[in-house]
């Protein structure tokens, strides 16, 4: 898909570029804001380009610097469009987009949406790393996050097609870093457990709103975006040899991915 490009606030070239995939909505949108806020010139990329102009006017309306990208990570076309059109330096890349699709078991499995999957969390994560390492480098200080979650860590009941993926997603940013390893960008992987946002839960089941509420019912307070966009912030303003590899997060409630404590 071609780029559409949209929104700008007065660029301060002074200000580092940070470039965050999904930020269309939830925890990439928020990690948009926050980062504007913490002084970055954001790029916020994602395929709903109307959904990207509302963020944009929020963060220009609060005096951040932000611009809107429309593309799709699972497009070699669109991910070579939005890196030749990026200011530099880049300094950092925030790999958010993804997502899951289905619960069904392992006997019964669309792998339609298994494939889906892989290509949005893994092999979407990997293009535009692959577009934007150069630039990273260039910069002396890369950064490059990959929120993944904590189904990369345990698998559990209906969720192979999706721990599968995000299994992969982590053994990619785990590879990265070795290979880096002496070059100047650094890679930090976030995994955050039960997080509340508009749309995980919905995509999942297809629209289906009792069964995304379902998810979070009865949960005290589930993490929300800005938890994470506070992880990422919190990662990527460390001094630059700080590396942190991996940052797990859950909600007090969470203990482990099948124990969640609900209010009756
Ligand atoms: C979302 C966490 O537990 O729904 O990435 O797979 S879980």
């Known amino acids: 898909m071609g780029n559409v490009t949209s929104g700008a606030a007065a660029p301060d070239a002074a200000a580092p570029v940070a ?40 963060i220009t309306d609060t005096g951040g610097q932000a611009r809107a990208v429309a593309c799709d990570i699972t497009s070699d076309e669109s991910v070579a469009a939005l890196r030749d059109q990026l200011p530099e330096p880049v300094t950092l890349l925030v790999n958010n987009a993804g997502g899951a699709l289905g619960l ?13 999957m892989y290509e949005v969390n893994m092999l979407g994560t990997a293009r535009i790393t ?60 976030i995994d955050p457990g039960l997080v509340k946002t508009d749309e995980f839960a919905l995509v999942r089941f297809r629209g289906d709103t009792e069964r995304a509420a379902a998810v979070y019912a009865g949960v005290p307070d589930p993490l929300v975006a800005e938890d994470i966009a506070d992880c990422v912030a919190w990662c990527a303003t460390r001094p630059h040899h700080v590396n942190v590899d991996r940052l797990v997060v859950r909600p007090l409630a969470q203990a482990a991915n099948h124990k969640v404590h609900r209010r009756e």
Do not use: F, M, N
């Open 19 to 58: 470039v965050i995939t999904g930020a269309s909505s939830g925890i990439g949108a928020a990690t948009a804001r926050r980062l504007a806020a913490e002084g970055y010139q954001v790029i916020a990329a994602a395929r709903r380009i109307d959904r990207l102009d509302e963020l944009v006017t929020q």
């Open 104 to 116: 069904a078991p392992v006997e019964t499995a669309d792998l339609t949406d298994w494939r889906w």
């Open 130 to 189: 692959q577009a934007l390492l150069p630039a990273l480098e260039r910069s002396g200080r890369g950064t490059v996050v990959v929120v993944g979650s904590t189904a990369g860590l345990a698998v559990y009941e209906g969720g192979a097609g999706y721990t599968g993926a995000k299994h992969a997603e982590r053994a990619l940013a785990e590879t990265l870093r070795l290979e880096l390893c002496g070059r100047p960008v650094r890679v930090i992987e």
